[in-house]
């Protein structure tokens, strides 16, 4: 079976109100209605998800989330439990998106432990990576990607890797309107495929690497056409609801 495409998007912290996540969740099951080809996804504040969800009830929009902690429960103030995500029909959920490594310190180590998490607790994660713009310069770009990937998935099961939804997202190119080219892309994409390929062997076709950075509808198609982009990890541009749609049709 041929691998469908995934197109997810990143809401971050939008839209300001809880009518508004209902109002652009229900126009995006409007924009991507018809795209059966492709998989979709929207990923809302977390205080947004239970309405969220209940918006895209019925529809074939799944709903992520963009943070978990490692931990079942406990004195955690301010954290939410994969376990939470989940009851809320939460399916996929972020881990290491650059603003969380960069703004909220995630470690390497930290984000491997959200990846195994999510897994435990029936949630497919999808494991940001990427590289700075200081360190495409410096040329070390793919061992920096690599090894992000080796953290993210420590200690996991070749069939729990297989069931991983990679990101690649260079740190230059999100919401900086400056999108990798799509040759820069699906060389570090070839780069992160070949990894995946020592680890899972040829599991390693079935699982999803999506690009984001920047991604809009007059980029999507050809950043898509690339052989090893599955997909994108959208953010500005999925705060509207018909660009939203056009990527996912791009995509499609
Ligand atoms: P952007 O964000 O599309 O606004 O560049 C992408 C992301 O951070 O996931």
């Not at 890797?161 to 990679?166: D, G, M, N, P």
């Amino acid at each position: 079976m041929a691998k469908r495409k995934l197109v997810a998007g990143n809401w971050k912290m939008n839209p300001p109100t809880l009518g508004k996540a209902e109002a652009l969740a229900r126009a995006v099951v409007e924009a991507t209605r018809g795209d059966a080809a492709v998989d979709v996804l929207v990923i809302p504040p977390a205080p947004f998800l239970g309405a969220v969800g209940a918006a895209l009830h019925g529809s074939a929009v799944a709903l992520g989330a963009q943070n978990l902690h490692p931990d079942r429960g406990g004195a955690y103030t301010g954290e939410v439990a994969g376990s939470m995500l989940h009851d809320l029909g939460v399916r996929y959920v972020l881990c290491g998106h650059s603003e969380r490594r960069q703004l909220f310190g995630e470690s390497p180590a930290l984000v491997g432990a959200k990846v195994a998490a999510a897994h435990r607790d029936r949630l497919v994660p999808i494991l940001c990576v990427g590289e700075t713009l200081d360190e495409r310069d410096q040329g070390v770009t793919d061992t920096v990607v690599l090894g992000q990937l080796e953290q993210g998935l420590a200690g996991l099961d070749t069939a729990v890797i297989a069931e991983t939804v990679i990101a690649y997202e260079p740190v230059w190119a999100i919401g900086t309107g400056r999108n990798a080219t799509p040759e820069q892309a699906q060389a570090v994409h070839r780069v992160i495929r070949d990894w995946l390929r020592r680890q899972v062997g040829d599991l390693a076709d079935e699982l999803r690497v999506l690009y984001g950075g920047s991604v809009k509808p007059a980029n999507a198609a050809e950043l898509m056409a690339e052989p090893d982009i599955d997909g994108a990890l959208v953010g500005g541009a999925s705060l509207e609801a018909a660009g939203f749609g056009a990527i996912v049709r791009a995509a499609g």
